[in-house]
């Protein structure tokens, strides 16, 4: 039978970008449908712009650092719809680059949202498109919360065009995107109410990490509210009211002007004709093989809408390694071992491999955990008493690394850098040869001789 493509990509997010272009480059006759920006979650309402009011958040600090290193005092205040205004003129420079390099690649692409007909067949606007294998980079959403007053919440898609800078927001959720927004716009000058159902943030960090921050978090004036419940939103002039039970019979109010809800992502699934295509799902998600393939054997899924490990680069490398597999003759398969992650909230936690307590559950009586505390070089300055902590797991029997974890500035980039090392089996005697670089806060790494425990 003759396909109109040998391959149809549907949404151009991270996975399916660089699976088309991927298969493109060997030769295939690809198509990608998007229904909305080229360049998907990571790049147009996620990764990129997160960091980018990242970085516009941390301004309120320096300038008071400055202040210890003889500088003047600065008073200012962040124009929001300046900032945001800045950051869509990225976004968009980001999105026309996308669309530049798929037409390099050859790879056509269709502004419309895809709907499977059958195994072969895809309805995209008014077009039939037929293709002989097709692979599935829809992504995912957000899920929100089934309470009273639940339409009045925003996701992380919003917050990024939000027309003012809100005075007071709540913020639901403990993971990724909760703590991030809740340190930016605590950053950015809002009042922050942090709304825990459990009492900790960060659930899967190593727990000193998460002690941290938290406290961290708390001295820079979030409010966070652990084992509370949000029951109820209700909207009255002088702005959100919402009820919170916090378990112990205790029912309390808080007014805030907007309520952003980070209670987790989902598969982007509804209505997209998989059971037409005979793709099976398993626990709201597309079940794939380690080659990212479907119970439908012509097609393939990954990134965000298998829910792996639901991470940019991951999503990356599953679509490359699908391409090479089924295009390059290269069967590709993805380990989602030691995968460097970072939460990039003030301070950042960074880490790789794994936690302490993980590392005594799979060796126990076989490890060795190594820490340090300490104040930064240069808050000794700046009159601010954050500090430090990194660790490093290491295997008694082996004196292999397993796990790396940071939490303080710059944690992301030192951790990435580790995680080459500890990727390629690493030894602590690697890391103890390795000349220190002073005096730089990552020098800690291959510094500590004496384990705490173990
Ligand atoms: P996460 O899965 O990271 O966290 C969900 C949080 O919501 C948890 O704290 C969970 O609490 C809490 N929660 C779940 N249900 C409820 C509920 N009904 N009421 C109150 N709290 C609830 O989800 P996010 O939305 O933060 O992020 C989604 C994904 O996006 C992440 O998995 C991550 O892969 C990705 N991401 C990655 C980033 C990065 O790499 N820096 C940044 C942002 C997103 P509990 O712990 O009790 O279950």
Known sequence: MNYDYDLLVIGAGSGGLSASKRAAH???????????????????????????????????????????????????????????????????????????????????????????????????GEHLVTAEKILLAVGGEAVRP?????????????????????????????????????????????????????????????????????????????????????????????GFHLTLDNMEMNVESVIVDQVLCAIGRVPLLAGL????????????????????????????????????????????????????TEFGHSPTRISHELIATAVFSQPELATVGLTEAQAHTRYPGDILCYRSRFRPLYHTLTGRPDKVLIKLLVQRST???????????????????????????ATKKDFDATMALHPTLAEEFVTMRTPVSG
């Open 273 to 324: 004709g998989l059971e037409k295509a005979g793709v099976k799902i398993v626990n709201n998600a597309i079940k794939v093989d380690d080659y990212s393939r479907t119970s439908q054997p012509h097609i393939f899924a990954v990134g965000d809408c298998t829910d792996r490990v639901n991470l940019t680069p991951v999503a990356v490398a599953e679509g490359r390694a699908f391409a090479d």
């Open 399 to 425: 004196d292999r690394i397993l796990g790396a974890h940071m939490c303080g500035e710059h944690a992301a980039e030192i951790i990435q850098a580790l995680a080459i090392s500890i990727k390629m089996g």
């Open 26 to 124: 060997y030769g295939a006759k690809v198509a990608i449908a998007e229904q909305d920006l080229v360049g998907g979650t990571c790049v147009i309402r996620g990764c990129v712009p997160k960091k980018l009011l990242v970085y516009a958040s941390h301004f309120h600090d320096l300038y008071q650092d400055a202040v210890g290193y003889g500088w003047d005092a600065v008073i200012s205040h962040c124009d929001w719809s300046k900032l945001i205004t800045a950051k869509d003129r990225e976004i968009e420079r980001l999105n026309h680059l996308h669309m530049h390099w798929l037409k390099e690649a050859g790879v056509a692409l269709f502004s419309e949202r895809a709907v499977l007909c059958d195994a072969h067949t895809a309805q995209i």
């Open 146 to 238: 089934d309470i009273v007053g639940m339409e009045h919440t925003l996701t992380s898609r919003e917050m990024f065009d939000l027309p003012h800078l809100p005075k007071r927001l709540a913020v639901l959720g403990a993971g990724y995107i909760a703590v991030e927004f809740a340190c930016i716009m605590q950053g950015l000058g809002s009042q922050v109410t942090l709304i825990v159902r459990g009492d900790h943030i960060l659930r899967g960090f190593d727990e000193d990490l998460r002690a941290m921050l938290r406290d961290n978090m708390i001295a820079r004036g979030i409010n966070i509210r652990f084992i509370s419940q949000l029951e109820a939103i209700v909207p009255k002039t002088d």
